[in-house]
């Protein structure tokens, strides 16, 4: 079974603390992402990366930085939290499957709450 | 402006029955779409998916249909359970790539 793993469940933090949400799959994928899920927008793209140092923007960047320094760990940070990043954060890694297509393997999500 | 729509937040559906959960795209270059389901607290699940050249998948209770002319997707549950109770998002991408966009996600609630 694929495992992604999320370094917190719940998290809360004060508007401009700097935040670190960890992400580690055991599958040796090649291909790791960031989303945030809010109500109504579905899940959004942060950032992705699809191989060790190298990290792609997603749809909303701005805010965010990544990290990834190994193959199984994806890290997300937040340089100086804001209110209006108090969301859901999940993370996911894929691989290719059968018939040459994509499948994304999710963790249990991160809460934040920015205070 | 989203490309992936899902215009029902919402859906009740008595256990036993059909549920019909649908998905409305704009971009023409799409050719793979995927369903996740999501439990509360819990990450998405892959639960079935279609690629273009098809217009139809079966998956035990679950069926997706494709019709690319209407750029429209639906996923049917039948018979519902309550433990399908669960919000829904369709997601798609071009090329068969791994980047994808996903819909709003529809909440379906299953009632014994």
């Known amino acids: 079974d694929v495992k992604v793993t999320q370094s917190s469940r719940y998290l809360v933090k004060r508007t401009g603390e700097k935040v670190f949400l960890e992400c580690v799959q055991d599958?040796?994928?090649?291909?790791m992402f960031w989303y945030r899920q809010d109500p109504g927008l579905g899940l959004r793209l942060i950032y992705f990366?699809?191989?060790?140092?190298?990290?792609e923007k997603g749809d909303i960047p701005e805010g965010y930085s990544v990290s990834r320094e190994k193959k199984e760990r994806f890290s997300l940070i937040l340089e100086s939290a804001s209110t209006n990043q108090t969301s859901m954060y999940l993370c996911?890694?894929?691989?290719?499957?059968?018939?040459?297509?994509?499948?994304?393997?999710f963790g249990p999500g991160t809460r934040l709450t920015v205070t | 402006d989203q490309q992936v729509k899902q215009n029902s937040p919402s859906l009740s559906v008595q256990e036993g029955r059909i549920s019909i959960l649908n998905c409305d795209y704009t971009?023409?270059?799409?050719?793979?779409f995927l369903w996740y389901k999501k439990y509360p607290a819990e990450g998405p699940t892959f639960l079935i998916s279609?690629?273009?050249?098809?217009d139809k998948n079966e998956d035990g209770r679950f069926t997706v249909f494709l019709n690319k002319s209407a750029k429209h997707l639906s996923l049917h549950i039948v018979p519902s359970q309550p433990g399908d109770s669960a919000v829904y998002f369709c997601?798609?991408?071009?090329?068969?790539?791994?980047?994808?966009?996903f819909g709003p996600g529809t909440r379906l609630s299953v009632l014994p």
């Open positions: 599958m040796d994928h090649e291909n």
């Open positions: 990366s699809y191989d060790v140092k190298m990290k």
């Open positions: 997601a798609a991408s071009e090329n068969y790539g791994q980047n994808f966009v």
């Open positions: 971009n023409s270059m799409f050719d793979y």
């Open positions: 279609i690629s273009s050249i098809k």
């Open positions: 996911a890694s894929s691989s290719r499957i059968k018939g040459g297509s994509y499948e994304q393997y």
